[in-house]
């Protein structure tokens, strides 16, 4: 193959793969998924018959109010997706509202399905993420009115780093980004992952192991 084919083709897989990173475009103005128990089961969800679509779902007043940060973490995310917001079906994109008490933690965590954009509304944040390539972390301390990205798939966390409340607000770029909280992934499974794997993949004693899963077990994330 020639040089300037083996561009062309280097060029059309990367778009067709950059096309098929996002969730899939709608094929209709709107698809408010259908919330009754009949509803079948597929890949995503069925739209609610148009003429039962109003205004009101379209609407979600769920991120009025702050989450209770009251637990080990100091902090709560509250989401905005198409899960506790119906009218999000098949528009790819969703939302959270995050709190955080004063030295709260996000902690690792993952989105399987979506880059996420944080805008910080309140309080000073120390937020990063791990690239893939030699577990670079990439960190900044966020003030009031800043931006973050952190890229689909990648770990990330955001720390509140001031002695006052912070409160932050999350974009994704899908219907149902998903998240894989990393600690409780690996500490909190259900059923446990098997004592030899974790004792050989950190390299700690069992003694170790039982503590880390009575830890991770009661944390919220
Ligand atoms: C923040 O990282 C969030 O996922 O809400
Ligand atoms: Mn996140």
Redesign the pocket.
């Known amino acids: 193959m020639s040089s300037s084919r083996a561009i062309l083709l280097a060029i059309l897989v990367t778009i067709s793969a950059a096309f098929s990173l996002a969730d899939p475009d709608a094929l209709q103005d709107f698809c408010v998924r259908d919330t009754s128990a009949a509803a079948p089961i597929i890949n995503g969800f069925t739209c609610k018959p148009a003429a039962a679509t109003a205004a009101a779902d379209f609407k979600f007043s769920g991120l009025q109010k702050s989450g209770n940060t009251n637990n080990k973490l100091g902090s709560a995310?509250t989401a905005a997706n198409v899960i506790s917001f119906p009218g999000l079906n098949t528009l790819g994109v969703s939302f959270?509202r995050?709190d955080y008490a004063p030295f709260g933690l996000?902690a690792p965590?993952v989105?399987p399905r979506a880059t996420?954009i944080?805008y910080v509304q309140q309080g000073t944040l120390y937020a990063g993420f791990v690239s893939t390539t030699n577990n670079t972390l990439f960190a900044q301390t966020l003030h009031p009115g800043d931006l973050f990205v952190?890229p689909r798939g990648l770990v990330?966390?955001?720390l509140n780093v001031g002695e006052t409340p912070a409160v932050?607000l999350?974009g994704f770029n899908s219907q149902n980004?998903g998240?894989t909280a990393v600690a409780k992934a690996v500490f909190a499974s259900n059923p446990a992952i098997t004592d030899a794997v974790l004792e050989k993949a950190f390299q700690i004693n069992p003694e170790l192991v039982d503590r880390l899963r009575e830890l991770f077990g009661e944390t919220h994330v």
């Open positions: 995310v959270a995050v996000n965590h989105h996420e944080l952190f990330h966390f955001q932050a999350a980004a998240v």
